[in-house]
């Protein structure tokens, strides 16, 4: 598989691009950015030529890994698609349901694969875990926790320059990770309320087809000292939780690659691809509404 990076910020040089160099079973065809400058010089960091016209990559590679903003995303990835290219999205896939549909409806038309890169679903302890879970059943609540401190005092997170986080919070940037492992195991969302909290935080409730119910607490500005994640479980088999994420994102993404890969051989699409993406785009819409309204929000 011949594959291109569309983006060139602190994700894409951090994780993306070192990612798709090592792979031994994808080939690093070059670099696409909104500053030619930047792509040049992070393709030649790996040996690949930077590109200045993105329909000239998209014509010459067989996919694409996005690393640019949500907002940027949704046209980029209609376009790849439409030029026959799988995809790798970032995850939320978009920062409106429009938008998120548009990439599902382009990935069903042109019959690409897509896949979109929750790190956790890609973890590994996490992943068998997770089935594990969804076969036992019987679950009555969950908890998904993401406290960040991207802004906090004192961070010195590389992401603190990003205007699309700045802009929207947690609950666009880290609500897709706690959204992403729930689904799986309490199954679909019928109904969210949000609340806000001390500054970005966000707390959502939902309520699951299933009857159970889960919550969220989201924030890019907790404390350093403060900061986690996690996922708890209760239900007939007693507590039980996510383990602790002991590897970084390129292990999550180097899975990732393998299975776009497979849905791409396939033609099965992979149960994080684009359609589950518009899923958590519509839940965390539903939840911006509640937001403003001040109430339960079906979804």
Known sequence: MRIGLLGTGPWAERVH???LADHPAVEFAGVWG????AAEALGAAHGVPGYADLDRLLADVDAVSVALPPSVQPGLAVRAAEAGCHL?????????????????????????????????????????WLDEQ?????????????????????????YAA??????????????????SVLLPVLGDVT????????LDAVHLVLRHAGGASSTLALSLTAPVAAGGTGM???GEHGVVHLPERGEGPLAALHRALDALRSAAATGEPHPCGA??????VEILAAAERSLAGGGPVEV
């Open 17 to 19: 691009a070192p990612v």
């Open 34 to 37: 909104r500053r030619p400058e």
């Open 88 to 128: 790798l999205l970032d995850k939320p896939v978009a920062l409106t349901v429009p938008d998120a549909r548009a990439v599902a409806e382009a990935v069903r038309e042109h019959a690409v694969a897509s896949v979109v890169f929750f790190t956790v679903r890609f973890g590994g302890p996490q992943i068998p």
């Open 134 to 158: 969804a076969a036992r059943g019987g679950w009555y609540t969950g908890r998904s926790d993401w406290l960040g401190s991207v802004f906090a005092p004192g961070s010195s997170s590389p």
């Open 162 to 179: 990003s205007p699309w986080r700045l802009e929207k919070g947690s609950l666009w940037d880290v609500g897709p990770h706690a959204v």
């Open 191 to 198: 109904q969210v309320t949000a609340v806000a909290g001390p």
């Open 232 to 234: 708890e479980l209760r």
């Open 275 to 280: 359609d589950f993406g518009l899923r958590v």
